[in-house]
């Protein structure tokens, strides 16, 4: 990979090429995941002044998945493939070093040193680690669904919509996500079916959208039991859970929006997990493990956003390089709150 970027420490100054990580080299920090959490993260530690390395299966993560972004602060309306790229050039600027389709599959402690294994066999080394391996799409499990895979069954609106073009097409799925493909894929497609086996939890103003939308139908309390076709997908056979009655609905499409799975699997034997796989994590981004740190999507925190994942990267970095100079939080910190919070009360009812 061949970008244009200045010193790891100063702004752009001279464009230089982004060198891919050394494993002979023990960094910093590594960082793991090219998402706005990875990406702000190793952002963060390049301008503390840390050796830092950026191993990601693909630079922009789930941004790039999205058409447009509202609710970034300051950039409203952008496409997200032009965010993503926003977030990678800034990080380009400091000369990370980053490798790109760099897929972990092993991460082993030893040492106080953090040696994670890509599939290729290659090992790279860090004083500290920051896993912000995001998240992955769930699938249906059902008969069907991997045999039609990209012949019909996908998993990516914003990639595979204007395959669909005047299709007739199936959203799976009942939150927003299910929700806002429906409405993305009726400005493209000829009709939209959205089949859910219980009720929709999507917000109350996507949902009213759904319902006003003449190109969308809605089957709720509807499991799909597989997914038709020959050479390509023709239909779907699903059950009415009412009745327990099953029938056959044409389409040759199926968006497959039924939730996301933490990216957490080569770190579990480590780490501790939550019951939906998402790393646990304290408020400064701390693992159980001294010196791995975790940051976005991959956590155990609730609001799944880029602003998020973006500010917990650079509390994992900031919190990498404390640990890295050994500087302790202040325990002291409630208590000296709560003394000044003392302190200006009687001030103010000594002046009354
Ligand atoms: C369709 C869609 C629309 C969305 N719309 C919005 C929106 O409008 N506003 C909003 O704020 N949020 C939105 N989100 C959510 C937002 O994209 C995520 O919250 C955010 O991208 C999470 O960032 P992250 O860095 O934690 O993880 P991700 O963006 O998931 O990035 C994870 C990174 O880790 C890498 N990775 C994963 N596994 C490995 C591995 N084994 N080895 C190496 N690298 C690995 C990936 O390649 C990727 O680079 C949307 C998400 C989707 C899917």
């Known amino acids: 990979m061949h970008h244009d970027a200045a010193s790891q420490t100063d702004a752009p100054a001279e464009p230089v090429t982004i060198p891919a990580p050394d494993p002979a080299v023990l960094y910093d920090l590594l960082v793991v995941g090219?998402?706005?959490?990875?990406?702000?993260?190793?952002?963060?530690?390049?301008?503390?002044?840390?050796?830092?390395?950026?191993?990601?299966?693909?630079?922009?993560?789930?941004?790039?998945d999205t058409y447009y972004i509202d609710n970034y602060l300051?950039?409203?309306?952008?496409?997200?493939?032009?965010?993503?790229?926003?977030?990678?050039?800034?990080?380009?600027?400091?000369?990370?070093?980053?490798?790109?389709?760099?897929?972990?599959?092993?991460?082993?402690?030893?040492?106080?040193?953090?040696?994670v294994t890509l599939s290729s066999g290659e090992t790279f080394r860090g004083r500290t680690l920051i896993i912000a391996t995001g998240t992955n799409y769930?699938?249906?499990?059902?008969?069907?669904?991997?045999?039609?895979?990209?012949?019909?069954?996908?998993?990516?609106?914003?990639?595979?919509?204007?395959?669909?073009?005047?299709?007739?097409?199936?959203?799976?799925?009942?939150?927003?996500?299910?929700?806002?493909?429906?409405?993305?894929?009726?400005?493209?497609?000829?009709?939209?079916?959205?089949?859910?086996?219980?009720?929709?939890?999507?917000?109350?103003?996507?949902?009213?959208?759904?319902?006003?939308?003449?190109?969308?139908?809605?089957?709720?309390?509807?499991?799909?039991?597989e997914v038709l076709g020959d050479d390509f997908m023709s239909g779907l056979r699903v059950e009415d859970l009412e009745s327990g009655g099953q029938?056959?609905?044409?389409?040759?499409?199926?968006?497959?929006?039924?939730?996301?799975?933490?990216?957490?699997?080569?770190?579990?034997?480590?780490?501790?997990l939550n019951e939906y796989g998402e790393i646990i994590v304290s408020d400064r981004m701390e693992t159980n493990i001294p010196g791995v740190f975790a940051a976005g999507d991959v956590t155990n925190f609730p609001y799944k956003q880029i602003v998020v994942a973006a500010s917990q990267g650079a509390i994992a970095a900031l919190a990498a390089n404390d640990y890295i100079y050994q500087k302790k939080p202040d325990e002291n910190r409630n208590r000296k709150a709560a003394e000044y919070r003392l302190d200006a009360l009687l001030n103010s009812v000594e002046s009354v």
């Open 34 to 64: 090219g998402g706005p959490a990875g990406l702000n993260a190793a952002l963060y530690a390049s301008r503390k002044g840390l050796k830092v390395g950026l191993l990601a299966r693909h630079r922009g993560g789930q941004v790039t």
């Open 74 to 115: 300051g950039l409203d309306n952008v496409a997200g493939a032009e965010l993503a790229e926003r977030f990678a050039a800034h990080l380009d600027r400091y000369g990370v070093p980053f490798l790109e389709d760099a897929k972990i599959v092993g991460y082993e402690p030893s040492d106080g040193v953090h040696q």
């Open 138 to 225: 769930r699938a249906l499990g059902i008969p069907g669904e991997r045999a039609f895979g990209g012949l019909g069954v996908s998993y990516c609106v914003t990639c595979d919509a204007p395959l669909f073009r005047n299709k007739d097409v199936f959203v799976a799925g009942g939150g927003n996500a299910a929700v806002e493909a429906a409405l993305d894929l009726a400005k493209i497609a000829r009709s939209v079916t959205l089949v859910h086996r219980s009720q929709l939890r999507a917000d109350a103003i996507l949902v009213d959208l759904l319902y006003a939308n003449p190109k969308i139908t809605v089957h709720l309390r509807t499991r799909i039991l």
């Open 247 to 272: 029938r056959t609905l044409q389409g040759v499409g199926l968006f497959v929006e039924i939730g996301r799975i933490p990216n957490s699997r080569y770190f579990r034997s480590h780490l501790d």
